[in-house]
């Protein structure tokens, strides 16, 4: 099941956590306590299982996703996608952020969504990737590599 609406923090008007099942935001110099995260941990088991560890990874270095799909048949989304909210740069940085966790990253693209009364909503950005792989194989590497 395609996660096709994030509660983000921003949506209801808080910054660094949020209640119930929707995600806490990490904060990469905070350490969650353990209620913070069980509560994170209910939300990525609501995302596709695919996905999750990349929305997690994404989320965990402060990028704000509202929706992800892992794709295929059945899936809201024919390609693994993560849509995000930010300004003119932050795309940027979160392609940084996938890339240097080695994340398969096929597009980076910024959209506006047409509402049914025909306004644009907008602009939202958007990573899509290159087939999954499993995460686990990823954590064994260095996210960083020394220079040759």
């Known amino acids: 099941m395609c996660a096709l609406s994030h509660l983000s923090p921003r949506a209801i ?7 119930g099942t ?3 935001h990490l904060n990469p110099h905070v350490s969650l306590g353990p209620i913070e995260q069980a509560r994170r941990e209910r939300w990525l088991a609501t995302l596709d299982p695919g996905i999750a560890p990349y929305v997690d990874w994404l989320d965990s270095k402060g990028i704000e996703t509202f929706e992800s799909c892992e794709g295929g048949e059945g899936h809201g989304f024919l390609e693994p996608t993560i849509r995000f909210y930010g300004d003119n740069s932050e795309g940027f940085r979160a392609l940084a952020v996938a890339v240097q966790r080695e994340l398969p990253v096929a597009e980076l693209r910024r959209y506006w969504q047409v509402s049914r009364a025909g306004e644009p909503e907008g602009p ?6 290159r087939g999954l792989r499993l995460f686990a194989d990823l954590a064994q590497r260095p996210t960083i590599r020394p220079a040759p």
């Open 13 to 19: 008007g808080l910054t660094g956590r949020t209640l």
């Open 124 to 129: 939202h950005w958007e990573l899509t990737f």
């Open 22 to 24: 929707a995600p806490i």
